[in-house]
């Protein structure tokens, strides 16, 4: 495809230093944090506002040019690769809170306040917005690709926690999908359809999130386990007794390992449960001994607990860092995430097949997970320089995603679907599923300048 | 529109008695619990299986003639009323709990089971289904309408329950929208698309619902209070706090009242909330005490304590009943109740203009509210004769409803649209919101057969 100059022109006219061409910049606006490859951009448009957005759509759509969002650009499913080149508009500059309502539990902020900087300016109010997918990511970006992470077992994904979003159409229209009442039954659920619909039917520019009060206590506690079985199995039990664990995070062995030499701890390398409660002092020490005592009949460790707020900050830090730490395991390396959730009554089992399936591979790899909502990722460590340590990771991958689809489970708890799972999307919803998720997209998106080649395959129709 | 005779001989050699052209069959499926006219289909056909409900839809779809789902009939927005006469598929047939699954706290259940039926079915598993909309509807009609009622402050929406669904599109495929797993993030988000959407997209035929544990304790209390305003605040209040409440039922005066006289209680008329805690037995003392404080400070009464099952079934049969107790007030009256749910902080405003507009009416009218979401409902007593008092109820539900709507609310909190309430449809979203729907709608039901006239207008394309 050629680029169309007056485009260009048009939005050089518009935004000024705030367009670029320049190669670093687009390269670095055509790559995720994953293993799949740099697809830059034609273009990068730095937006200041919803305005901005909504003129960048309409000029790409006169000249029927793909339009991609950028956040963090923290994603793994190469949601942020622009597969048919076209404009990548960068949301970061969009990095104001709008509102914080505690009287209401809300506040409104711009797509591109990342999750850290949310933390930061709700500190004092009492407040705190809990989803946690471990990056620092956008909030446009965590609405876009319906993420969730560490508390969801507890607080919900960002389905749960998105009140209602601005944002712009194809046609370059601007749609608010609700207002910032707790609930509506007025008409389609468009905040639904746009979470989780990773910029190919419009562009998030606003959010409004739910809000949770801080809880009076907290309590981090850490446990080892003979082996994985087991480790899951102190989890699901906890769940289905309905004790409302706030984090629950499977380390094996490899992860503790990669934690110990990143983060500097002194874990046992095998199988670990980092645990956390909320609530009331009290609430906080009933739920952990009645997980503790699961845990010990499952010949779990005492606990150890992290209960000062730098302990705390410190564990899960280590956590959150746990993707690089296990990468830099085989230095050079790139990861190949899966990121298949099941029933929780089926995590035990589906993470057992896996570890027997994965022991065969010749490609080091270790394993994590949201175990409370049956979610875990293998990260396979690939040498980028191997075609064939890809295609073995990806054969593995695909047997994951099999297995899990045949527990009545998805090919995706949290990264979405991307470029990276679009085949395993079919296997998962069958032609009925995926031809009205197509519909639905070339209703809203007729001339397929959204973000295409995500999500729904495109059938040749998109420029 | 002239019935075709074609589709009547193909249903009827299909489903012998389980189709019926009778009058008083097709009167009853016509007509929902509200003061909308009826309008009864040309047939109706009563389901068993999806097969049936898809066998239905596909030769509708033959014929370009209307499908409507008819489950208990408990909406009151007129979504069942055939409009465009056409085929009601009565989904009471559909009855079966296909599956309880403890260790998941979920269970798959036929569209026609309704809530009471799914209680008794859950009776000794230690587990609920929450979702409470006072009538005793389908699961299938609660995710169609996107119901919620007394309990969803504390455990959500048929939104935040439905884990996924089977349902039948326009053209007679089946889709599954989701496996079992607790979140998901693969493609398009139909299984929310789907919740609310009122028989205009697809037929749901199966869900699966999250259940929750039965909490170890549960007290339900009633608080009176010196006037509305101070009531609501009670509630906002402890919201605000994050107490989780697991009920709070506003009943103004006259609600009260109609309580007292339809099942015998002996409260004070006056405004007064009916409260419900869950929890640990210390968990229900202690929400209890806070929120017993706050409505003290705010001049409550001492709470009227219910502890024991019979006592908190028999209040809560009466707060279901209020609506009957209500219209008992005036003999022969039809209800016209609105629906405007608003961000919490800006309820007691939003309650209090709306008594003052009311005052000047002439026609009966009482208030009730689920007033931890902003929810509430002026319920208007009007004579089925008179088009003047219907217009006048009319003319005050489209003012509450602009009062909601520049308070950021929804002009329909758990009701749905359905044909009531198109017109504010509009109102709420904007061109760009309606226009999406609109395209929505076209994407997936290209010939108009699914329910038309509901949700969003059609615009002369439909049979």
């Known amino acids: 495809m050629t680029v169309t100059t007056p485009l260009h022109d048009a939005l050089r006219a518009r935004f000024g230093d705030c367009f670029s061409t320049a190669a670093a910049v687009r390269d670095h606006h055509g790559k995720d944090d994953s293993h799949h490859p740099t697809v830059p951009p034609d273009a990068v448009v730095f937006a200041q506002s919803t305005d901005d957005v909504a003129f960048t759509v309409r000029a790409c759509a006169r000249h029927r040019t793909p339009v991609i969002p950028v956040g963090a650009g923290t994603s793994i499913e190469g949601h942020v690769q622009a597969l048919r080149g076209g404009i990548s508009i960068d949301m970061s500059g969009m990095n104001r809170v709008l509102a914080v309502r505690p009287d209401d539990l809300d506040a409104t902020v711009e797509a591109g306040v990342t999750r850290l900087q949310l933390d930061r300016e709700l500190r004092g109010t009492g407040l705190f917005f809990p989803v946690d997918p471990g990056a620092d990511a956008t909030l446009g970006g965590m609405a876009a690709t319906g993420a969730s992470g560490t508390t969801t077992v507890r607080y919900g994904t960002m389905r749960d926690n998105v009140v209602s979003l601005t944002a712009v159409l194809a046609s370059g229209e601007v749609v608010r999908t609700g207002g910032r009442a707790r609930k509506s039954s007025a008409g389609y659920d468009l905040t639904h359809l746009l979470v989780g619909s990773e910029g190919t039917l419009a562009v998030i520019t606003k959010l ?256």
């Open 208 to 463: 409004t999130v739910r809000l949770h009060p801080v809880p009076e206590a907290m309590a981090a506690a850490v446990c080892a386990f003979p082996g994985l079985g087991e480790a899951v199995q102190s989890v699901v039990e906890g769940v289905q007794l309905g004790v409302p664990v706030a984090r629950a995070e499977l380390l094996d062995a490899t992860a503790v390992k990669a934690v110990n030499l990143h983060s500097g701890f002194d874990y046992d390398e095998v199988p670990t449960v980092f645990f956390e409660f909320h609530g009331t002092e009290a609430e906080v020490r009933a739920h952990g001994a009645t997980i503790e005592e699961i845990c010990r009949g499952l010949g779990g460790t005492a606990f150890r607990y992290a209960r000062r707020q730098e302990e705390r900050t410190r564990l899960w830090k280590a956590r959150h860092d746990v993707y690089p730490a296990i990468l830099a395991l085989r230095p050079g390396s790139h990861g190949l995430t899966t990121d298949v959730c099941v029933p929780v009554s089926r995590l035990a089992e589906c993470i057992s097949a896996t570890r027997d399936d994965m022991m065969t591979a010749s490609i080091p790899w270790g394993i994590v997970g949201h175990i409370g909502d049956g979610n875990f990722h293998a990260v396979f460590l690939i040498d980028p320089d191997s075609p064939a340590e890809l295609a073995e990771a990806e054969a593995v991958n695909e047997r994951i995603v099999r297995r899990a689809l045949a527990m009545e489970g998805t090919c995706t708890g949290e990264h979405g679907i991307g470029m990276g799972k679009i085949g395993f999307l079919h296997e998962e919803f069958g032609d009925a599923g995926v031809g009205a998720m197509r519909a639905v997209k070339a209703a809203l998106d007729p001339e397929g300048i959204m973000n295409p080649g995500k999500v729904v395959e495109d059938r040749g129709s998109s420029p």
